[in-house]
């Protein structure tokens, strides 16, 4: 019987980025605020997004909570999911409770610097119809 790996300590500083946390990074990075200035009308939770988008590309959050971020942030943004979001009413609820979910949860890691940045983003959208330009 083989023996069990001890799980690799992902708060190191030489830890490199598993392959699913790195391409979920990519699929946000790509396609966070297309879909946010697309749909940024229909979108309740809009401050609460932005505001984890913030926390996981804060270099001083961890590695296990950027991945979480992460992954909720990709599943906001993938065309196909549970729900459809062109669904009135009900296209985001299930994007709605993977994010609600993930932002309890590291509740701690989202920092009041994220959620004001977070704030100004958006009013920024809201009057101009572009999404930040970085």
Known sequence: MP???????????????????KRNEDTVRNGFWP?????????????????AYYCAFDPDTP????????????????????LPDV?????????????ATAYGLLRSHIKPEHVERARQTLDEMRKSGEPPSA
């Open 63 to 82: 590695l296990k909570a950027k991945g979480i971020l992460l992954a909720a942030l990709a599943y906001f943004i993938m065309p196909i999911d549970v």
């Open 35 to 51: 879909k946010l200035q697309t749909f940024l009308a229909r979108v309740p939770f809009a401050g609460k997004a932005v505001a």
């Open 87 to 99: 669904i009135l009413g009900l296209g985001f609820t299930d994007d709605l409770t993977v994010l």
């Open 3 to 21: 023996k069990h790996q001890a799980t690799p300590d992902l708060e190191a500083e030489d830890v490199t980025l598993p392959s699913t946390i």
